[in-house]
Structure formats: structure tokens, C-alpha cells
């Protein structure tokens, strides 16, 4: 009998964080048949020898909702060897929608790029699965998306009947798959809502088993503060908490992240479930409006930014907001003013350098820390490099060059843990019956090569990468497989047969 797929004299990293082995790996009908030693002939065989073939990894912090309708050959992601991305973090996600209304600016649209004629998150795996996406997504349902959608951008507490409404929203989405709801308790208008309003609404998630995500309401001065907030929201909405992109912003906070961890670590010794993920970067990147308050510009802040997306100063791209304003001649609030009042002003895509190297290894070295890129899908301008090269950053620079933590454990932390935490079932380890996403890397060579100035980028040493059983991604060659499905929360995958 004549197989799909076999994958021969590989270094095996199975995922689970134990040293790799030699061995075969054969592929057939999307599953993973065997590991070890290959018993069958395939239709495609492949001589891994010299390379380490571990699970496809797993980007837990994604922005690409709408990047999956948008640009579904997800080359960004799948040239790093990701194959399932979570989306809808940060309180912004496709759904809830209205067909045929813009969510744009007001509900973080322009984050989530959401855009089709879905309103649930059914509909929306059916928009996506029709354009034959290249790799999985499981989705976050979010509090700015759902509150924008029952509430507007007021800045008000929810009535009781708005409470009920964005409470059906939210459980309506874990219910068709989601993994759990985000906050963005940064951005507008999650940053209105008070303590007890995301208890409630993380409740629905708790109350399913499923996660409550949380881009924090503060990552600098009161980092602290919003640690303790996170976990009391845990507790009381009895739900696994998972801290996105762990940082502490700002020189004046730097080297908090350990505090941080401590809080952390004493509520996991006290039984609460709670886990985090970082980007490897110097640099944060989001909407710039939503950093600054025209009447008080923050000077040292817009210090620290280069632009990378800006409809209306196209040639403000790639540049830092402090040279623009020396070549204007003009204070540099002024600079920040002008681009936030231009029209489209409001879609500018700002990186910001706010966090601190050392952090970033002692983030690293935390037991079980993720990965997540926290790419920003827009891919004109120059995005935030993190889009392109996250992944194989970590195995090249923190793996290898700096040894930070140890290659299995990385690809650990890329894998099975983020699989388990997130519900992927039967994926992110190397195993017989499991689902077949791999990617086939050189540990030795393997590294980013999206810069600042230079992001899109493919990463070098990642020669394939395997998507439920189809080869998607070969020797630099993009397969168009189109073998990407729509997971769902601990359960199959939408419209798979069971
Ligand atoms: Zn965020
Ligand atoms: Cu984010």
C-alpha cells in the first residue's frame, strides 16, 4: 500500500520537550501513521537527513482574522513553519460582525482586519475555509468587537440589558469553537469597562473550560496593578488566565517583568491556572491613536516610534517620528498630531521600542513561556518584522546564539504546550494518529532575516512544512496546498468528518 507521505532519517522533536531521536515519520490521509521506523513506500518521500523534524508551530498571538480572507496563502506565517495561528487577541476579532457594515476604526477593525458578510463565527469559518487557506486558525472571541457591537464606542457602564447582550455574544462564539475570549484593556473602548464587566464576560468562557486572554490595561507604570487585575478576574470568573505578550513597558519599568512573574507563579502555587507568551522584539507595535491623548502628547513616547503603516504620509514609513520632526523643523507633537488628524489618520500602524533585552531572556527562561507574534497583517509600509520572523528568531538568536533555553524546550513551548493550553486537539506533538502539521528545520541555520528596515523577509532554514498532511511549504517554495482548516476548542475541526 502506497502512503502520502514519508519523512525519512529525521532528527525527531516530538513536541513534547524531550531530546530528539532519529527516526522516519509517515504521513497518510492528513494523520500522522507512524514514527520511527518508516514500514510502507510513499507517494512523496523526503530524506530529512541532517535536519530536525518537530510539530508545526503554533503563533498564540495572531492578529491574522482577517489575513486569513485577506491574503490566505498566510506566506508570512508559513514560511516561519507555522501552521495554526490563534486569532481574535487583544480584544479584537472578526466576529462578532455585520455583514455589510465596517467595524473600520471604531471597534479595532483595523487590527483584526475584519471583513466579509459573517456575523458569527460559523459564517466566518465558512468565508475563510471557501479561500483555501494554507494554514489553521482557531479563533479568540473579543471584548472591544463585542462591547463596540452592543455599546458603540460609548464611554459608559453596560446597562443590564447591554451586559446580557454581550454576554450571548461572547457565548455564542465559544459555543461554535472559539478558545476563549481577549481583552485589550488598553485600547478603546475596553479600557472604559471596569473590573466587573470582564468578570462577567470571562465567566462565559470559564463557565465552557474554555481561556481568558489579556492584552493587560497597563504593561508599564502599573504593570503590577494589572497583573492583580488579571488574577482576580481569574478567580472570580473562575477561568484560566493567559497573560499576552508579557512585557514591561518603558525604560522606567524595566526589569518589572520579574515581579511580574512572581505575582504569577504565586497564584499557579495557590491552584490558579495561568500562562503567558512574549514576541522576541525590543519593540511593541499597534494603532498609534490609540497611545496618545491630543491634548497631551506624550513626548518621550513618541520618541521611541517609527512609523510603519500611514495611509496619509505614505512617505513617513519606515521612519522614526523623531528625525520627521527634525526634518520639519517642528516640535514633535506636532508630528503626531498632524499624522493623527490627516485623514485616515487613525490607521496609522505605529513599532514602538518600549521593552528591555534582558527582559526579554528572563521572559524566555520562564517554565512554559509561548510564543506569539503579535504580527499586524498590514502588509503595506513596513510592518513590524515580528510578522515574518518570530518563530525562527527564537530558535536562531535565543536557541542557538545566546542559548537562552534549550532547543526541545523552545520547540515545546511552539508546540504541545500551546496546543494543550489553546484545545488544538490532537496536535502539537509528533504522534502516530495525531494531525499531521511539520516542519522540517536546520536547528544550525535556522534564523529571522525580516529587519526594521527591511521586514518582509523570509526566514532562512526552514526547508518544509506540512499542513494536516499536505506538504505546503518546500525548499522556499510556497505549495499553495490549501490545506488549512478552521479549529475548534478541544473538539474536531469545522466541517471535518469526524
Ligand atoms: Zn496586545
Ligand atoms: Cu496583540
Known amino acids: 500500500m502506497t502512503i502520502d507521505l514519508i519523512i525519512r532519517n529525521a532528527r525527531i522533536l516530538d513536541g513534547t520537550g524531550k531530546p530528539a531521536f532519529e527516526g522516519d515519520v509517515e504521513v497518510d490521509a492528513g494523520r500522522i501513521r507512524t514514527v520511527g521506523a518508516a514500514q510502507g513506500a510513499a507517494r512523496d518521500e523526503i530524506d530529512a537527513k541532517g535536519l530536525h523534524l518537530s510539530p508545526g508551530f503554533i503563533d498564540v498571538h495572531s492578529h491574522d482574522d482577517g489575513a486569513f480572507i485577506r491574503y490566505p496563502d498566510m506566506h508570512f506565517k508559513l514560511a516561519q513553519g507555522v501552521t495554526t495561528c490563534v486569532c481574535g487577541n487583544c480584544g479584537f476579532s472578526a466576529i462578532p460582525a455585520t455583514p455589510g457594515e465596517d467595524p473600520g476604526p471604531a471597534s479595532g477593525g483595523i487590527i483584526s482586519g475584519a471583513q466579509g458578510e459573517f456575523a458569527d463565527l460559523e459564517g466566518y469559518f465558512d468565508t475563510a475555509l471557501a479561500k483555501k487557506p494554507a494554514i489553521n486558525a482557531i479563533m479568540l472571541v473579543g471584548h472591544n468587537t463585542v462591547r463596540a457591537q452592543v455599546m458603540g464606542m460609548d464611554n459608559r457602564a453596560p446597562t443590564a440589558a447591554d451586559r446580557a447582550a454581550m454576554r450571548a455574544k461572547v457565548a455564542l462564539a465559544i459555543e461554535q469553537g472559539a478558545c476563549g475570549f481577549s481583552t485589550g484593556l488598553i485600547y478603546r473602548p475596553g479600557r472604559w469597562s471596569e473590573t466587573d464587566e470582564v468578570i462577567e464576560l470571562a465567566r462565559e468562557a470559564g463557565s465552557r473550560g474554555a481561556l481568558y486572554t489579556t492584552h493587560m490595561r497597563n504593561e508599564g507604570d502599573r504593570l503590577l496593578e494589572a497583573v492583580e487585575e488579571t488574577l482576580t478576574i481569574a478567580r472570580e470568573a473562575g477561568v484560566h488566565a493567559h497573560i499576552s505578550h508579557h512585557k514591561a513597558a518603558g525604560k522606567a519599568n524595566w526589569g518589572k517583568v520579574r515581579q511580574s512573574l512572581d505575582l504569577v507563579d504565586r497564584a499557579k502555587a495557590g491552584g490558579q491556572k495561568v500562562t503567558l507568551d512574549i514576541y522576541?522584539?525590543?519593540?511593541?507595535?499597534?494603532?498609534?491613536v490609540e497611545y496618545f491623548r491630543l491634548d497631551a502628547i506624550d513626548r518621550t513616547f513618541a520618541e521611541v516610534i517609527r512609523i510603519a503603516n500611514c495611509p496619509a504620509f505614505r512617505e513617513f514609513e519606515g521612519r522614526m517620528l523623531i528625525d520627521i520632526a527634525k526634518e520639519r523643523g517642528e516640535d514633535i507633537a506636532d508630528t503626531v498630531r498632524l499624522i493623527l488628524t490627516a485623514p485616515k489618520g487613525d490607521r496609522t500602524i505605529c513599532i514602538h521600542f518600549i521593552i528591555d533585552e534582558a527582559d526579554i531572556e528572563e521572559n524566555l527562561r520562564y517554565p512554559g513561556m509561548m510564543v506569539g507574534s503579535d504580527g499586524i497583517p498590514t502588509l503595506n509600509g513596513k510592518p513590524h518584522p515580528r510578522l515574518f520572523g518570530t518563530f525562527?528568531?527564537?530558535?536562531?538568536?535565543?536557541?542557538?546564539?545566546?542559548?537562552?533555553?534549550?532547543?526541545?524546550?523552545?520547540?515545546?513551548?511552539?508546540?504541545?504546550?500551546?496546543a494543550d493550553t489553546f484545545g488544538l486537539k490532537e496536535r502539537g506533538q509528533v504522534r502516530p494518529g495525531w494531525h499531521a502539521d511539520l516542519v522540517l528545520f536546520d536547528p544550525g541555520t535556522i534564523i529571522d532575516t525580516a529587519t526594521y528596515d527591511d521586514p518582509k523577509q523570509t526566514p532562512a532554514g526552514v526547508s518544509l512544512v506540512v499542513v494536516n498532511g499536505r506538504i505546503a511549504w518546500r525548499d522556499g517554495v510556497h505549495a499553495n496546498a490549501g490545506s488549512g482548516q478552521m479549529l475548534r476548542y478541544r473538539r474536531d475541526a469545522y466541517g471535518a468528518q469526524a
Do not use: F, Q
Open 280 to 288: 522576541p522584539y525590543t519593540a511593541g507595535s499597534g494603532r498609534m
Open 392 to 418: 525562527p528568531r527564537v530558535l536562531g538568536e535565543y536557541v542557538r546564539k545566546r542559548g537562552v533555553l534549550t532547543l526541545e524546550d523552545a520547540v515545546a513551548r511552539m508546540t504541545s504546550v500551546s
